[in-house]
Every structure is written in structure tokens, then in C-alpha cells.
């Protein structure tokens, strides 16, 4: 059983930063990457970014490129999605998770994520 939680979240204005770490707990032996995910008001959870559990390779959304960036502690079993520029339409509530599944193109998925935090909220104002 793998434990995550998030923290980091809170209120920031348009054009801020914001840092959010995630920490693994846990049977991790067996997690192939790590991901974070994010869920608006009113809208279906989306991927924001994915790590692989070595900290080699990482994939973010369209909607953030250029502006968070993922990153991994693999001796204290930390992620951390550094968010810069934050826009109103970044505010949701953010999770990390993590998949055992290997298949790389499959990692932007939240279906191949096994273990979820319970996430943490994210407020941009105007």
C-alpha cells in the first residue's frame, strides 16, 4: 500500500508561484511513475504532469508547458510541480498519484494510477 500527501496549496494572485510537493509512503517498490492531476469546479479531473519514478522523464500538459515543471526527490520520495505565471484558470484542486503501470504513453491517463492523495487546492485571483 502506497500513502500520498500533498501539500503546498493555498491562495496566490494572477502571475504568481506556487509549489506543491507530494509525499510517498509506503510500499513504492513496483511505481513506475508518479503524476499530478487537477480538478476545476464544475469539471472532470485532467493531467497536468508525469514523472517517471527514476526522475528521468517528464510530460506536462499543453496547458502548462513553460510554466510548472515536475520534478522528483527520489531519496525522500517527494514530487513537486513548481507553478509559475498562474492564471484564474489554473485554480483546482491538485492531486499526485501514482501508477505501477510501465507503459510510458499510458501515464497521462488517471485510469493507470493506482494511489491518489487527497489532494490539495490551488487559488489564483484575478
Known amino acids: 500500500q502506497v500513502q500520498l500527501v500533498e501539500s503546498g496549496g493555498g491562495l496566490v494572485q494572477a502571475g504568481g508561484s506556487l509549489r506543491l510537493s507530494c509525499a510517498a509512503s509506503?510500499?513504492?517498490?513496483?511505481?513506475?511513475?508518479m503524476g499530478w492531476f487537477r480538478q476545476a469546479p464544475g469539471k472532470e479531473r485532467e493531467f497536468v504532469s508525469t514523472?517517471?519514478?527514476?526522475?528521468?522523464?517528464?510530460y506536462s500538459a499543453d496547458s502548462v508547458k513553460g510554466r510548472f515543471t515536475i520534478s522528483k526527490d527520489n531519496a525522500k520520495k517527494m514530487v513537486f510541480l513548481q507553478m509559475s505565471n498562474l492564471t484564474p484558470q489554473d485554480t483546482a484542486v491538485y492531486y499526485c498519484?501514482?501508477?505501477?503501470?510501465?507503459?510510458?504513453?499510458?501515464?497521462?491517463?488517471?485510469?493507470?494510477?493506482?494511489?491518489w492523495g487527497q489532494g490539495t487546492q490551488v487559488t489564483v485571483s484575478s
Open positions: 514523472i517517471s519514478w527514476s526522475g528521468t522523464g517528464t
Open positions: 509506503g510500499r513504492t517498490l513496483g511505481t513506475y511513475a
Open positions: 498519484a501514482g501508477t505501477s503501470n510501465l507503459y510510458r504513453s499510458r501515464w497521462t491517463t488517471e485510469e493507470v494510477y493506482d494511489y
